[in-house]
């Protein structure tokens, strides 16, 4: 024991680099305020109480230990820190770190996006692996997801209320052997608070300079602490209000931004009938336009009031580009902006109530009790738009087919007889999910040595309710679906522009309900304690056995599975269960002590072997090794070495077969592919190679997309990983430095694709063919009806190639009291060196002239914060800088053909941004006041050209590191009673 005492000073010296935010008070899982870290500090200077010291397990090790100390890399984040620099929830506080800053992360501002776990999921992914690949647990133990539709998986962080988490611990190396599958990139640990005697009470609000994006919350907590344990529990309610369109100029007109050889913008001018508004110059939406379907005439509302064609109000358009050397003026009268468009959300509405409580108690006889239960249930509301484009044919048509059997004299005003007429539609959904998370645990002293036993089992039940607001796919007049004429006329203006949308939707529209049910079954037991001594130290060991059951049942609408909803696929059933039996292990080896040039040499082998239902190849198993060699007090170097594994999730086996059809004009980017507005270089050049003429007007019929889930033929992810850091903690400074290296791969990564974006990646890559055209069928140019159609997509859930992960990260901690108060600095900066994602054996056939997708817009080489905290008798002031690298298109260059304009430049680069945040809290007797202004300077997201990244606005839409907000205001009120 004497040894563990000499090592407690280096110990805490070391904490307060890995462990950041108040490490001192962080020594033990129960350690809540300043006294217990007071009284841990103390502990030092009275030898005769050490050996009190209580036995912990840490995140990142099954072994209980009396020192907070991991040879695999953790950080340590606290919810006052959270709550200091203006995090509203616990999710914007995760997916801010820099260990999951560097990639994109699912939040509120997918609005209008389909994403797993449906509308409204917020969850973390560390290393830019995905959300599957990142383990997030409660307490040590493993919660359920929670969510919508049938791609539920990842753990939904909405779940959690932030007035109970005292601070989340994140391993970041690969720790499958220790935890099981999903944990391949790292493991998030939530930790909630204990020992809470008072109730209290808080209040907390941000409120943007500007309008839209405001969210507040109220919240409670108490908790009765008795001679053998405790019960806590706490309450809150959230509100995120939406931000709309409207509501930043960066947001609300998405621009060209274009330049010309002199940098002046060059971009197209709007002579559309709203040139000259306050709605001009701005593609937020092609609307307001008819397409003859076979000669790919477009009719425009006449600009000069002069009707030209069948269409009244209406002509074909015009679009000159510029002229030779550059001359004239391009311009376009296309509509492309509309006064709905603002109330378009970027991020969606959300409301969530919460429900907390936890018990832990010794029964005695060295038998302790802990029990927890959470209830959360969340709204999201997403009010977006999207196109109305159908297939309307007639009498006229000079094709077969197209005419309609409840109104033979029905006819398109188009010269070919098929129109295309398009249109705006809501796209409207209304999001309710119910999660219950309970568990339930009893650990002792076994009567030999100091062996202990724990077991416990979790149970998880996520109900969620999606309605949406679609088109009748057999009222719509879509002669593809529809045998019935269009019952309202789709070439009135009132249609065509928007203005009578609220009538379209009560023809045509339709609102329809899915339901998904997730439960999830876990039951863990284990003992550990210390198997032999050897000369450097005891010689430690933990071993268990666990069980999982869990299951989906996603239940689409009848419309949806009778595929009668016009441009969505239809969705069966996704429904089925999986089992894993489990059996691990874990031994820590003391191997050499106190001899020159060792401190201490410690080494860990961690092993777990596991056998799933729906794997058929039986028993597989991971393992992990690790070293700790402290060479001096001052320096010390881990590293570890590790296998993980992840088995397909139930919606990557189960996802009920789809069979969708899609528009030519949304799938297929060769259409029109030489009109001078297409600025995509690869797509000019691969579909020219394909052979598919330059003016192709994609007047086919839809192609047809085929989803499903892989059952039976998807092999479980495997990955290995590499981490190697170096710890400084000299006894000259109070402070602490500490540079990790990682380098995770995963192989045979699981991954569906969409139909747009496999079309995309055959003609829009640097590369072509590649192994995308192989997943789609296009019928030759030689077809007697369809030439050149899109035949069909196969988008089918498949183990690709590989990802790989690598770089560096830097944690620096300066702490030390002054005259004029405590002052400590902290400093985490993430480095990504590579990260490698190729669906194929090369980058080439992957369609990439790259796979290295580091740099790229949403993900940043360099990510990182400091942090400067003072304290000051009774105030705490707190400056917070978080810093996002530069990122460009490295697949594009600077210098393009605009419109006809040769040598146009466009902006490819996204530049780097520095936020900073600044609060003060003022704390006296029982409460607390607290104050702040998040992004002071009120830096705006950069901007890109069009064509360069998915935007909103002239924003990188999945560029989840700026601040679409902007400034705000922040403040909390803390009342302990």
Not at 449 to 466: I, L
Request: charged content about 20%; hydrophobic content about 35%; proline content about 5%.
């Amino acid at each position: 024991m004497k040894s563990v005492n000499r090592k407690l000073p280096l110990f805490l010296a070391v904490m307060g680099c890995l462990y950041g935010h108040q490490a001192l008070a962080q020594q033990a899982t129960t350690a809540q305020d300043d006294t217990q870290a007071k009284s841990q500090s103390d502990a030092k200077k009275e030898e005769a109480k050490k050996s009190e010291l209580q036995s912990i397990t840490v995140t990142g090790s099954l072994i209980k230990r009396k020192e907070f100390d991991s040879i695999s890399p953790v950080t340590v984040l606290t919810a006052d820190t959270a709550v200091a620099v203006g995090s509203v929830d616990t999710a914007q506080f995760l997916q801010k770190s820099s260990v999951a800053s560097g990639s994109t992360q699912i939040n509120h501002q997918f609005s209008g996006f389909v994403v797993d776990g449906g509308t409204g999921v917020q969850t973390v992914s560390l290393r830019g692996l995905g959300a599957n690949r990142t383990l997030v647990l409660l307490n040590g133990k493993r919660p359920g997801p929670g969510g919508t539709r049938g791609a539920v998986g990842a753990f939904d962080l909405n779940v959690i209320p932030q007035i109970i988490l005292q601070r989340v611990e994140i391993l970041k190396d690969g720790s499958s052997s220790i935890y099981g599958s999903d944990a391949v990139a790292g493991v998030v640990n939530l930790i909630t608070r204990k020992n809470i005697s008072k109730p209290e009470f808080s209040v907390s609000l941000s409120n943007p300079v500007e309008s839209g994006g405001r969210s507040y919350s109220v919240s409670a907590v108490t908790g009765w602490n008795f001679a053998r344990g405790n019960i806590a529990i706490a309450g809150s309610y959230n509100v995120f209000e939406p931000l709309k369109r409207g509501d930043r100029d960066y947001l609300k007109c998405s621009e060209d931004l274009f330049y010309g050889n002199a940098g002046q913008r060059i971009d197209r001018q709007d002579h559309s009938i709203i040139g000259g508004t306050k709605l001009a110059g701005c593609n937020n939406m092609y609307f307001n336009t008819v397409i003859d379907a076979v000669y790919g005439t477009r009719y425009i509302p006449s600009p000069d009031g002069v009707t030209i064609g069948g269409i009244p109000g209406y002509r074909p358009r015009h679009n000159p580009t510029y002229g030779p050397n550059n001359s004239g003026q391009a311009y376009y009268e296309d509509v492309l902006n509309g006064d709905f468009l603002m109330n378009d959300d970027i991020i969606n509405r959300q409301e969530r109530g919460s429900l907390y409580g936890s018990a832990d108690f010794s029964l005695g006889g060295s038998v302790n009790l802990t029990a927890e239960v959470l209830y959360t249930q969340r709204k999201t509301e997403a009010r977006n738009f999207r196109q109305f484009f159908p297939y309307v044919g007639g009498a006229t048509a000079i094709f077969p087919g197209y005419s309609y059997a409840n109104d033979p004299t029905y006819t398109a005003p188009v010269a070919s007889g098929i129109a295309e007429p398009i249109m705006p539609f809501p796209s409207n959904q209304n999001i309710k999910v119910d999660y219950l998370y309970g568990t339930f645990g009893l650990d002792g002293q076994l009567p030999f040595g100091d062996w202990t036993w724990s077991t416990y089992a979790t149970y998880t039940h996520s109900k969620g309710t999606y309605d949406v607001l679609s088109i009748r796919a057999s009222t719509s007049g879509d002669v593809t679906y529809s045998d019935d004429a269009p019952v309202v006329n789709y070439f009135d203006p009132g249609f065509l522009s928007g203005a009578r949308m609220n009538e379209l939707v009560n023809a045509i529209g339709v609102w329809h309900k899915g339901t998904t049910v997730y439960n999830q079954l876990d039951v863990n037991g284990s003992i550990t304690g210390t198997l032999f001594k050897m000369p450097a130290g005891d010689v430690s060991g933990a071993f268990g056995v666990e069980y999982r059951r869990y299951s989906i049942d996603d239940q689409p609408s009848e419309l949806s599975k009778n595929g009668d909803l016009w441009g969505q696929s239809s969705a069966q059933v996704t429904k089925g269960n999986d089992k894993v039996k489990e059996v691990f292990g874990e031994v820590e080896v003391p191997l050499l002590k106190g001899i020159p040039a060792i401190e201490s040499l410690t080494a860990n082998a961690s092993a777990r072997a596991f056998k799933y239902d729906s794997v058929k190849s039986g028993w597989n198993n991971v393992w992990k090794l690790g070293l700790s060699w402290q060479i001096t007090p001052a320096i010390r170097l881990r590293a570890t070495k590790g296998t993980s594994y992840r088995a397909p999730g139930l919606y990557e086996l189960y996802l009920g077969n789809q069979t969708g059809f899609v528009g030519q004009t949304g799938i297929d980017p060769c259409i029109n592919w030489s009109d001078p507005q297409n600025t995509n270089d690869h797509i000019r050049a691969n579909c020219a190679a394909a052979g598919i003429p330059g003016n192709y007007n994609g007047a086919a019929s839809s192609a047809t997309v085929y989803t499903s889930g892989g059952a039976g033929q998807l092999k479980p992810e495997t990955s290995k990983a590499f981490n190697a850091g170096i710890v400084f903690t000299p006894s000259f400074a109070p402070i602490s430095v500490a540079l990790d290296y990682y380098d995770m791969q995963v192989n045979g990564e699981i991954a569906s694709l969409s139909a747009a974006d496999i079309v995309y990646g055959c003609y829009g890559a640097a590369v072509y063919p590649n192994r995308f055209c192989n997943m789609l069928t296009r019928l030759p140019g030689t077809d007697p009806t369809q030439p050149f159609k899109i035949d069909s997509v196969r988008a089918q859930y498949v183990n690709i190639n590989k990802q790989r992960a690598r770089g560096y990260d830097l944690l620096i901690r300066y702490d030390n009291k002054f005259s004029f108060g405590k002052l400590e600095v902290e400093t985490n900066i993430t480095r990504a060196v590579e990260d490698v994602s190729q669906l194929f054996d090369s980058a080439e056939e992957s369609g990439f002239s790259t796979s290295n997708a580091t740099g790229y817009i949403s993900e940043p080489k360099w990510v990182g914060n400091v942090r400067i905290g003072l304290k000051r008798n009774d105030f705490t002031y707190t400056w917070y800088m978080d810093y996002v690298g530069r990122t460009k298109n490295r697949d594009l260059n600077v210098l393009t053909t605009y419109s006809g304009y040769t040598g146009a430049m466009r902006d490819i680069v996204a530049n780097a941004r520095l936020y900073h945040t600044a609060s003060v809290q003022y704390s006296h007797g029982k409460w607390s006041l607290l104050l702040g202004v998040n992004n002071i300077f009120n830096s705006k997201p950069p901007y890109v050209s069009s064509g360069v990244a998915t935007r909103y606005g002239n924003v990188p839409a999945f560029a989840t590191q700026y601040d679409l907000i902007g400034r705000s205001i922040f403040g909390r009120f803390n009342y302990k009673f």
